[in-house]
């Protein structure tokens, strides 16, 4: 059996490097997440569709989408949603998904000004290298009065479950994805990125200087994961 080359983005967050290692993730990316996250990925799924609250005849456009699983779940509202990553690998790994699929980098996004009626990006954000020009591509592509869902890991707001938390995200989080993924080495990345990530106060600070009103944020599962909303000035 052939071996999948290993391949791991550093924390500078070079677009091709990035890229690379979600390719190289891409063919059990969603089995592992929901290992890695003993099932609470579909309750993280789950509750950003609750916080987008989608309703037929909307547009949605949901980045980093991978596979395009959250694409599905944000489908069941009757709302057209598109499926965007910049990861052609993860793109093609989820082909099968009835969903549209668009190869795009969230730097310089490939839509037209007020095109969506909300955007969303889930666990992806992370991995940007400008997440302020991420974020303010974003507003520049929903329409005005429309809305910003980012769900993505946070800092835990419990200090004791917080020291277990980073234990097991450098420590047991490496161990795990080298059972289940195809690219185990990236999932070191993962640890660090989470650990280098703004903590839910700062990252809700820079989404309004990117231009974002309103912004306030919710933390799921003890703060492991945060939900960040904002929206568009404007009607």
Not at 61 to 88: H, I, M, P, Y
Request: charged share 20%; net charge positive; proline share 5%.
């Amino acid at each position: 059996m052939a071996k999948t080359q290993s391949v791991r983005a550093s924390l500078d967050k070079q677009p091709h490097e990035v890229a690379s290692m979600f390719d190289g993730v891409a063919r059990r990316y969603d089995l592992t997440n929901t290992v890695i996250s003993a099932g609470q990925d579909r309750y993280w799924r789950w509750m950003t569709r609750r916080a987008i609250a989608p309703r037929p005849g909307e547009q949605i456009l949901d980045l980093a989408a991978g596979t395009g699983v959250s694409t599905v779940e944000l489908g069941k509202s009757g709302a057209w949603c598109v499926a965007a990553d910049f990861s052609r690998g993860m793109l093609a790994a989820g082909r099968f998904r009835a969903v549209p699929m668009v190869a795009g980098d969230a730097m310089a996004l490939p839509f037209a000004d007020n095109s969506f009626d909300a955007v969303t990006i889930s666990f992806g954000l992370r991995n940007v290298a400008d997440i302020d020009l991420a974020m303010r591509e974003m507003l520049r592509v929903t329409k005005p009065g429309g809305r910003l869902v980012i769900c993505e890991f946070s800092t835990p707001v419990i200090p004791v479950f917080k020291t277990v938390y980073m234990e097991y995200l450098m420590k047991a989080l490496p161990r795990v994805a080298r059972a289940v993924s195809s690219n185990p080495d990236a999932y070191v990345y993962l640890a660090e990125s989470i650990r280098a990530w703004p903590n839910q106060r700062q990252l809700g600070r820079r989404a309004a200087d990117a231009g974002w009103a309103g912004v306030k944020w919710r933390n799921l599962t003890g703060g492991v994961v945060a939900l960040h909303r904002g929206y568009k000035l404007g009607s």
